[in-house]
């Protein structure tokens, strides 16, 4: 399986995000991300994207599934692991692109689901607006998003505000890397306004996980 290499502007700090460290492999499927997988009942496999891929817990499990999937990230290192997971399973595709360059390689209404977990907030809140409107592009209509957005800091790096909601990690393994933040729930549900908002969780990681669906 090829990787589809578009821009790789960022790449490097996820490269040594992932190249560094093992708290990364992340193998198990965030559970709101396979409720709903298990919940879509769509008369044909669905296409999904998912957003800032990682180790592809969730492009693994969704091509599992029978959906066709695309797995985008900004890291060839965790691609190239994600390649290998999917050995052997049909249906994903995978592809470097930054999220931060906009339109993505995608026609208007090409998905029918779109999974970003933990990824939209690594960059400015005007990047997260951009990125939002670039999946409300890509969905159909009345295809669903199912986004989680950070409520707070993690513990253990030393954080640099850039302003009130937006932070930088001074070091630890994601150093170099911003989080922009969502405190409250109608913080997170407000950046959805042109979607119709499904239903907001807090996870188990004080992420909201927001399901929008596109008008
Ligand atoms: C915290 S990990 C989450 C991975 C995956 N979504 C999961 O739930 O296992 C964040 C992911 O977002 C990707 N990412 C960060 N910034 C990105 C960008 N600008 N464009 C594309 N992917 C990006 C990272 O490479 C990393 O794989």
């Known amino acids: 399986m090829n990787i589809r290499m578009h821009s790789s502007d960022c790449a490097n700090s996820w490269d040594t995000v992932f190249t560094g460290t093992t708290e990364y492999h992340w193998r198990e499927p965030h ?3 396979a ?3 298990r ?4 008369p044909r496999a669905g296409s999904v994207l998912d957003l800032g891929c990682g180790y592809g817990r969730h492009t693994l499990l969704a091509a599992e599934m029978g959906f066709s999937v695309t797995a985008m990230d900004v890291s060839p290192v965790a691609l190239a692991f ?4 999917l050995s052997g399973v049909p249906g994903a595709s995978l592809l470097q692109h930054n999220m931060s360059s906009i339109p993505y390689p995608f026609s208007e209404e ?8 933990q990824v939209i907030h690594h960059q400015a809140s005007c990047g ?4 939002l409107a670039e999946i409300n592009r890509i969905l159909r209509p009345g295809g669903l998003a199912l986004v989680s957005l950070p409520s707070r800091l993690q513990q253990g790096p030393r954080w640099e505000m850039l302003d009130d909601r937006t932070a930088i990690a001074a070091d630890g393994p994601e150093k170099g890397i911003v989080h ?4 409250e729930e109608d913080s997170a549900r407000e950046l959805f306004g042109t979607f119709e908002v499904e239903s907001v ?11 929008a669906r596109r008008s």
């Open 82 to 85: 994600v390649r290998d997971r």
């Open 31 to 33: 559970p709101v991300v």
């Open 35 to 37: 409720r709903l997988l």
């Open 180 to 183: 922009f933040l969502c405190p």
């Open 39 to 42: 919940s879509v009942t769509a």
């Open 128 to 131: 997260v607006e951009a990125t």
């Open 201 to 211: 969780v807090l996870d188990q990681w004080d992420h909201w996980c927001v399901l």
């Open 110 to 117: 090409e998905f029918d689901l779109v999974i970003a977990i």
